[in-house]
Nanobody, 126 residues
Framework: QVRLVESGGGSVSAGGSLRLSCEVS???????????MAWYRQAPGKEREGVAT???????TYADTVKGRFTISQDNAKNTLYLQMNRVKPEDTGMYYC?????????????????WGQGTQVTVSS
């Protein structure tokens, strides 16, 4: 069973930066071949929305709301997924989750992920 553990959340002022981490319990590439990983977020009273996704080969996709400000990356040697958040805005506030899909196919921000972490809270003050 793959486990995902997020960390790095906290409180930050608008315009600041934060880096989230997601530690994966095993090396997905070595054990499963192709995979997708993603960051999602959920603000209070709103539905969960996709933020960014990265494929095992390294290609990335971003939601329009974070494009140019956030960067998703992975360190396969450390089994860790990252989300670098720059120029954050109050509307970036929410619980951030990492997710994984352990199979081939296109990676996108949709209902394809079947492994989820518990989340880390990000609060951006104006």
């Amino acid at each position: 069973q793959v486990r995902l553990v997020e960390s790095g959340g906290g409180s930050v002022s608008a315009g600041g930066s934060l880096r989230l981490s997601c530690e994966v319990s095993e090396n997905l590439g070595a054990n499963y071949g192709a995979y997708c990983m993603a960051w999602y977020r959920q603000a209070p009273g709103k539905e969960r929305e996709g933020v960014a996704t990265i494929a095992s080969v390294g290609s990335t996709t971003y939601a329009d709301t974070v494009k140019g400000r956030f960067t998703i990356s992975q360190d396969n040697a450390k089994n860790t997924l990252y989300l670098q958040m720059n120029r954050v805005k109050p509307e970036d506030t929410g619980m951030y989750y990492c997710a994984a899909k352990l199979s081939g196919g296109r990676c996108y921000l949709g209902p394809i992920y079947n492994y989820w972490g518990q989340g880390t809270q990000v609060t951006v003050s104006s």
